[in-house]
Nanobody, 114 residues
């Protein structure tokens, strides 16, 4: 079955960095565009970034442009989200998403606080 397992969430100070990983299984990873979403307490889930099947095309929410980088390793069936210069408003549960199959991971908590 399709599985997306996120990891890498943590408590980090403002200005810090984290790298999230999403390990995929149960489908042909190289055939699907992938995305990262996030949901903060009391807010709707929002798109953070997407990446095409080859990784050649990426898109970002305006709020994270220049700070976050999405990438993928098709040999390892893994998609990453490198987050730099983190801000308190980045605090949320981050979800990995298979765009074509519309399948979500379970999420990983990122908390940015001093």
């Amino acid at each position: 079955q399709v599985q997306l397992v996120e990891s890498g969430g943590d408590l980090v100070q403002p200005g810090g960095s984290l790298r999230l990983s999403c390990a995929a299984s149960g489908f042909t990873f190289v055939s699907y565009a992938m995305g990262w979403y996030r949901q903060a307490p009391g807010k709707e889930r929002e798109l953070v970034a997407t990446i095409s099947t080859t990784g050649a095309i990426t898109n970002y929410a305006d709020s994270v442009k220049g700070r976050f980088t999405i990438s993928r390793d098709n040999g390892k069936n893994t998609v990453y989200l490198q987050m730099n210069n983190l801000k308190s408003e980045d605090t949320a549960v981050y979800y990995c998403f298979n765009i074509g199959l519309r399948h979500w991971g379970q999420g990983t908590q990122v908390t940015v606080s001093s």
